[in-house]
């Protein structure tokens, strides 16, 4: 069965603290993998992507995501929050031959940055 | 270069009524998705149109849910006889083709309440 699981339905850090999110899927096929934000009252914001190449890939605002075939995973890290990350994060991922952009999200981890 | 834009942004309905969604797509984009997100869920995939055809509405309810992406106007997500289970945040994506190195643009989404 083709799934995507966040582990962490919550994330509470410090301002200036490094956060990392788990995500990790279960495929038979290869796959394209996303990481999008949602901020209050808006719609999803693609944060970065892996497709083929450099596992490690580095989105905008600091964030970066580590693909990890042997343990189906592509966990978000950041070094250091800001207030302004706090904010609910998906990770989705493209089945090979499932076609176009159709993709399967996971639950969601909403991350809150403390002062 | 307006982005998508889904109207209206909340949308009320009592048991029973019909409710209506609509979708511009970025300009130029000729792939429309519908996705779902229930309360404390991740999005879940509803429907993928070209303009006249629907592609794949493998994520659509079987009954009650139909939607259209007309040669001229908006994309429309329609649900009849709306149950208190159809509420949740109705998110709308467009994407200029389909391969996986597009990026797909989402829309604030309709908040529908079901009274």
């Known amino acids: 069965a083709q799934s995507v699981t966040q582990l962490d339905s919550q994330v509470p850090v410090f301002e200036e603290a490094p956060v990392e999110l788990r995500c990790n899927y279960s495929s038979s096929v290869s796959v394209y993998l996303f990481w999008y934000v949602q901020y209050p009252n808006q719609g999803l914001q693609l944060l970065l992507k892996y497709l083929s190449g450099s596992t490690l890939v580095k989105g905008i605002n600091g964030f970066e995501a580590e693909f990890n075939k042997s343990q189906t995973s592509f966990h978000l890290r950041k070094p250091s929050v800001h207030i302004s990350d706090t904010a609910e994060y998906f990770c989705?991922?493209?089945?090979?031959?499932?076609?176009?952009?159709?993709?399967?999200f996971g639950q969601g981890t909403r991350l809150t940055i403390n002062p | 270069n307006a982005g998508v834009m889904q109207n209206p942004r909340h949308l009320v309905r009592r048991r029973g009524q019909e409710a209506r969604l609509r979708c511009s797509p970025v300009k130029g984009h000729s792939h429309v998705y519908w996705y779902r997100q229930l309360p404390e869920e991740g999005l879940k995939f509803m429907v993928y149109l070209q303009k006249e055809n629907i592609i794949d509405e493998s994520g659509m309810p079987k009954e009650r849910f139909s939607a259209e992406f007309p040669k001229e106007g908006p994309s429309i997500l329609r649900i009849q006889q709306v149950v208190r289970g159809d509420s949740a945040a109705y998110f709308c994506?467009?994407?200029?083709?389909?391969?996986?190195?597009?990026?797909?643009?989402f829309g604030s989404g309709t908040q529908l309440s079901v009274l």
């Open positions: 994506a467009s994407s200029p083709g389909t391969g996986a190195n597009e990026k797909l643009f």
């Open positions: 989705a991922v493209r089945f090979n031959g499932q076609g176009a952009q159709k993709l399967v």
